[in-house]
């Protein structure tokens, strides 16, 4: 039921490097989000779209930035990576209507060394 | 502002029924989810109920809500090794809120 996907599941870069973490989802959502969990496994909100052309940062403040140039795509980019960034990443679609379900992807586990 | 609390722990034998406890603070609050987190994965939509029911029963699932109280309980019946995992407890606030306030998860250990 969850059709959404990102790539890659396990990345390890170095210092300084740019990089790109992809999410797509085949629901036809408009609704998209991105979330860091620490450690701990909370979740913090970073950055969310309702649709083409709309993005905003959530409530944990994030240095990486986000597009949605197409509906079905969401990809989140660090410019210049540290430690500080590793982390999982979590993408996540929602319904627009009724129950408004939320699915999530599998993670992104980037590790900066 | 929104706010859910979940005790962080929970260990229960193979066999026993597993009860998962949240409360939130937003009265607003239109649906309440439980997701689950195996380790190394993303999260799962398990269940959700509206914010008007008393309960909801899914095969071996049982959600109870208490809007009274703010409080969201998860029962899983006849526990296996296999619902050893994270649990979420989150709320959509508000009729045109989109965006879920999650707790902190409560850790599941089921013991063979």
């Known amino acids: 039921e969850a059709d959404i996907y990102q790539t890659p599941r396990y990345l390890v870069i170095g210092t300084g490097k740019k990089i790109t973490l992809e999410c797509s989802q085949t629901?036809?959502?408009?609704?998209m989000y991105w979330y860091q969990q620490d450690p701990g496994m909370e979740l913090h909100l970073i950055h969310y779209?309702?649709?083409?052309?709309?993005?905003e940062k959530g409530d944990l403040s994030s240095e990486s930035t986000v597009s949605r140039i197409r509906t079905e795509h969401f990809p989140l980019t660090l410019e210049s990576a540290r430690p500080s960034h590793t982390s999982q990443y979590l993408c996540?679609?929602?319904?627009?209507?009724?129950?408004?379900?939320?699915?999530f992807g599998q993670g992104t586990r980037l590790t900066v060394v | 502002g929104e706010d859910v609390e979940q005790s962080l722990f929970l260990s229960v034998r193979e066999g026993d029924s597993s009860v998962i406890n949240c409360t939130y603070t937003d009265s607003s609050s239109t649906y309440l989810y439980w997701y689950k987190q195996e380790p190394g994965a993303g999260l799962q939509l398990l269940t959700y109920?509206?914010?008007?029911?008393d309960m909801k029963q899914d095969q071996r699932l049982t959600v109870l809500l208490n809007k009274k109280d703010k409080h969201l309980s998860l029962r899983i019946a006849d526990t296996q090794t296999g619902d050893s995992a994270i649990y979420f407890c989150a709320e959509r606030a508000g009729a045109g809120s989109y965006q879920l306030t999650f707790g902190k998860g409560t850790k599941l250990s089921v013991i063979p």
């Open positions: 109920i509206f914010s008007n029911m």
């Open positions: 779209s309702y649709g083409v052309n709309s993005t």
């Open positions: 629901m036809g959502h408009d609704k």
């Open positions: 996540a679609s929602s319904e627009s209507k009724g129950a408004r379900r939320a699915f």
